[in-house]
């Protein structure tokens, strides 16, 4: 049977963007931490610039636990299931997702904590889509904003501030909401095509600005600054430049000697007090052997996928539905953010977007949110646009051809080798809202290779996401075309399969009733369980979720320091 | 300079090109113009000719991959192709490793085109002028072509993704050969440093060079570099 391990103060499930930033303030705390982690360590020898291995082959496979348990989709409850995915987003490893994910570091504007009520004041409680359960946030932008300085500063994280303290600065987000102080460190350099899209930005009356990016853009906390490779796009910094949690809020919390990482250690269930329905700690496998790892506290911190299937795996007499789950609101709110609706340009001379990464970019945020007047306009939420440099040869190769060329052949290659450098695809992130038929459970069929059934996603985007996925379209091929674009092609809205920006499940907020975990991230119904991560997000916003979860960890980790008798001591 | 008129890749089989591994010798046999790496490998002919085998793929099946390759992205008057990148040899080792999944797909789809050339064509596939290996293709594409598991298109989106792959990798996994992939669509190829000048819209003069030329991402004890905790 397990082995019995000594007891510690906290276990954290999953060292990734969150649980690898939530690990610093317990440590500070002198509390004693060990977060057990699926993956391992790498180092920047493992991060070579190899667009075969990184994009099109899932790169690092060796003993990904991720993707032994990719989620099955299906679009309603009688739809046929779609294709698995081969791969999944995300990854395991000490620091997780945040190797190699983007790093684009936004905070929520204001909007996205209030949904309900500023809609309902603007225009009416009407306009609240049919069968949406979104509600406001437990708290404002006000209530984050601390939170987010301080991960944008013990992350790292460049960009242009647009608003300190109510004093707007025309060169950052005009409609991103008063922040103490600006970024720690400037933003990333732009190039010549994305200064050319600010213009054409200019032009439209539009305000651009460069996003914010956990990419150093200078020499901080002793690591370099971006070396602009063009390999940052599901790879990782071979000079520790992305401010993953492996060489940022890690680091710094082992050296408290207070945080001990697991690496390799498969959490496969969360063990429960019968009695007292409080957590006791996790049971996990590591390299085929059982383990009990006793905690006064467990937070999980594995990714919504697998936050959403440890609870519901977790069963117990005090908790016959799954852990945390006897108001039976575990899955529900389920949100994949829409990025779908691209819009790819072609231009007619070379933009050189050979180097560059997906955070270097121009931003419009003038149809975000509900920076614009919806009064006449049959949706509610926007979307950012995003355009930025990030182009490698297969990628290039296998463009669009915009009906001007076939696939194949010496008619396609030469519109591949006028053209591979001349086309762009920009990025739109749009407001998705959370539905009653949208949500995660357990698959009834597909089993990871122990045994335990895999998430199952049964999400569509509703009307309100379709009409905002065409109108954020149109305005981005209307900047294209500013910018000298001869042609544009607009994608289809796509679907909800698995995502790197998966939301809720573990919903947020003060009414039992309708949510998992309360204003702090803690579990109503298991007041010693705490969940980090984007499964407690209420509404996705328009932009990256990692930044805002990774507030939203710091904050819930530093309320268990500041409450630790009260939630740890029973 | 090859046209389509002239015998394609196919008339010299994938057996007498293993002797001598490279563009040079692949886009001489084409009749393609030499690319200036290809010249420069000519120049400094190697020491000994690189033995070669084939991995997984039977000589049969890989003639008609090298067939198919070759029409999918031709030899012609925009310079080399995927014959002369070598994307089947990367289809061949990919399907031992990371691609092994599809080794199936490939014995039955290479079969089923030779029997869908030979009913529609009268011939095998790599017997085919180029047009008539063209409409076969396009029979695929087109998913009207007979006798495919599960379908035809299935099988052409297949090695049409994979033979982009083998022409416009890195090196390393076996295509791309002489770099005469990102030469035609004009990469600028790898730079581990990139400066604000070499981000203006026009881009910066070629290098051509491999991820694992890089020192810190060869692998110890092998000047070639080692397997990278991956199979290429």
């Known amino acids: 049977m397990a082995i019995d391990l000594k007891k510690t103060d906290v276990v954290i499930v999953g060292l990734g963007a969150v649980g690898g930033v939530a690990a610093l303030p ?96 603007r225009y009416g409680a009407a306009r609240i889509p049919k069968g949406s359960t979104v509600e406001d946030w437990p708290f404002g932008l006000e209530e984050l904003e601390p939170y987010y300085d301080t991960v944008e500063h013990e992350v790292g994280v460049s960009g242009q501030a647009g608003n300190i303290g109510g004093t707007i600065d025309p060169r950052g987000n005009l409609f991103e909401g008063p922040r103490r102080r600006g970024y720690p460190m400037p933003p990333l350099r732009g190039t010549e095509f994305t200064e050319r899209m600010a213009t054409a930005a200019r032009k439209l009356s539009w305000q651009p600005f460069p996003g914010p990016a956990a990419v150093n853009s200078q020499t901080y906390d002793d690591r370099p600054a971006c070396q602009y490779h063009g390999f940052c796009n599901r790879g990782g910094c071979h000079v520790s430049a992305k401010n993953s949690t492996a060489v940022s809020t890690i680091p710094k919390a082992m050296e408290t000697k207070r945080l001990q990482v697991v690496t390799q250690a498969i959490t496969t269930s969360v063990a429960v007090d019968e009695r007292s329905g409080r ?58 953010h829409h990025t779908g609706n691209p819009v790819t340009a072609l231009f007619p001379f070379e933009l050189n977007n050979w180097y560059g990464l997906p955070a270097q970019g121009a931003a419009v945020d003038n149809w975000a949110d509900d920076n614009f007047d919806h009064s006449g306009l049959d949706f509610i939420g926007g979307g950012n646009l995003w355009v930025y440099s990030d182009r490698r040869p297969i990628g290039a190769a296998s463009m669009s051809t915009f009906g001007k060329a ?36 357990l698959d009834p ?55 790197t920006h998966a939301y809720g499940g573990t919903r947020m907020g003060d009414n039992r009733a309708s949510n998992v975990v309360n204003r702090w991230g803690f579990v109503h119904e298991v007041p010693n369980l705490g969940i980090l991560g984007a499964s407690v997000m209420g509404t996705s916003g328009a932009h990256n979720p990692t930044l805002t979860a990774q507030a939203l960890a710091w904050r819930t980790a530093e309320h268990l320091a500041t409450n630790w008798k009260t939630i740890a001591g029973g | 300079m090859a046209s389509e008129t002239q015998d394609p890749p196919h008339g010299v089989s994938r057996r007498d090109l293993f002797k001598t591994v490279g563009a040079g010798a692949a886009a001489a046999v084409a009749g393609a113009p030499l690319a200036p790496s290809a010249a420069a490998a000519q120049a400094h002919p190697a020491a000994a000719p690189q033995l070669e085998a084939l991995e997984t793929l039977t000589a049969t099946e890989a003639d008609i991959l090298e067939a198919v390759c070759a029409r999918l992205i031709p030899t012609d008057e925009n310079g080399p192709g995927a014959a002369e990148a070598r994307a089947a040899h990367y289809i061949d080792r990919a399907l031992t490793g990371p691609l092994r999944a599809s080794r199936d797909a490939y014995a039955a789809g290479l079969a089923a085109i030779d029997v869908y050339a030979q009913a529609a064509k009268g011939a095998p596939f790599v017997k085919l002028s180029p047009r008539d290996q063209d409409a076969v293709l396009t029979d695929m594409e087109r998913n009207v072509a007979t006798g495919f598991m ?74 070639k570099g080692g397997d990278h905790g991956h199979r290429p």
């Open chain 2, 150 to 223: 599960p379908n035809a298109a299935t099988f052409f989106n297949l090695v049409r993704t994979h033979t982009i792959q083998g022409t416009f990798c890195d090196p390393y996994y076996g295509g791309n050969a002489n770099f005469v992939g990102w030469d035609l669509i004009g990469y600028p190829g790898l730079r581990m440093t990139v400066d604000a000048q070499e981000q203006r819209m026009s881009a910066p003069k070629a290098v051509r060079k491999s991820a694992y030329e890089e020192a810190m991402f060869a692998g110890k004890g092998s000047a």
């Open chain 1, 406 to 441: 076939p696939t194949w052949g010496s008619a396609w290659k030469s519109f591949i080798k006028q053209n591979a450098d001349r086309f762009n695809v920009a990025y739109l992130q749009k407001t998705t809202l959370p539905y009653e038929d949208n949500y995660l459970d």
């Open chain 1, 26 to 121: 317990l440590a500070r705390a002198g509390l004693d931490v060990i977060g057990l982690e699926a993956g391992s360590w790498l180092t920047p020898r493992d991060f070579a610039p190899d667009e075969l291995r990184n994009n099109f082959r899932g790169w690092p496979q060796a003993a990904q636990k991720a993707n032994t348990e990719i989620p099955t989709h299906r679009p309603n409850a009688s739809a046929p299931y779609s294709p698995r995915l081969p791969i999944h987003p995300m990854m395991n490893g000490v620091g997780g997702t945040s190797l190699h994910y983007w790093a684009q570091s936004w905070r929520l504007n204001p909007w996205d904590f209030r949904v309900v009520s500023e809609t309902t004041r």
């Open chain 1, 279 to 336: 957590v006791t700690g996790v049971n996990y496998v590591k390299g085929g052997v059982e383990y009990f790892q006793p905690a006064d506290v467990v937070l999980l911190a594995s990714y919504t996928y697998e936050n959403v299937r440890l609870l519901l795996l977790s069963k117990s007499r005090a908790f016959p539905n799954g852990l945390a789950n006897n108001g039976g609101q575990v899955g529900r709110h389920y949100m994949t």
């Open chain 1, 445 to 499: 069929v597909a089993k990871d290779p122990m045994g335990f059934p895999v998430t199952r996603i049964t999400a569509d985007h509703k009307d309100n996401e379709k009409r905002l996925g065409a109108f954020v379209q149109d305005k981005m091929a209307q900047w294209f075309m500013e910018a000298g674009a001869i042609a544009v092609e607009k994608g289809p809205t796509g679907t909800m399969g698995p995502s």
